[in-house]
Nanobody, 123 residues
Framework: VQLQASGGGLVQAGGSLRLSCSASGRTFRNNAMGWFRQAPGKEREFVAT????????LYADSVKGRFFISRDNAKNTVDLTMNSLKPEDTAVYYC?????????????????WGQGTLVTVSS
């Protein structure tokens, strides 16, 4: 599976962005999908994950209530809608496909990663 993330950009604090991740090569409808981010000088961290049928979602505490993950298995895409963005949300955002069907937060459980898209939130 090759994953392609898009939708990043520059936005003012309080604004919104929608990231999209599309897969090619094969379907990922049987895999949980996740979004992670890595800010400059920091380790990569979990942001959100969604189970294979979309019935379960999990979020990092720092984004809960502001970010929403969704998927369309027919289109082979997973989106991350980000609202009320803060400067501390600035990072490169990566989508990834898990080995498991179930929503999971550890990056070691993901074996297919996209190239990342940069989100910059100005204050």
């Amino acid at each position: 599976v090759q994953l392609q993330a898009s939708g990043g950009g520059l936005v003012q604090a309080g604004g919104s962005l929608r990231l999209s991740c599309s897969a090619s090569g094969r379907t990922f409808r049987n895999n949980a999908m996740g979004w992670f981010r890595q800010a400059p000088g920091k380790e990569r961290e979990f942001v959100a994950t969604i189970a294979w049928v979309g019935s379960t979602t999990l979020y990092a505490d720092s984004v809960k209530g502001r970010f929403f993950i969704s998927r369309d298995n027919a289109k082979n895409t997973v989106d991350l809608t980000m609202n009320s963005l803060k400067p501390e949300d600035t990072a490169v955002y990566y989508c990834a496909a898990a080995r498991s069907r179930w929503a999971i937060t550890a990056d070691s459980d993901y074996d297919n990663w996209g190239q990342g898209t940069l989100v910059t939130v100005s204050s």
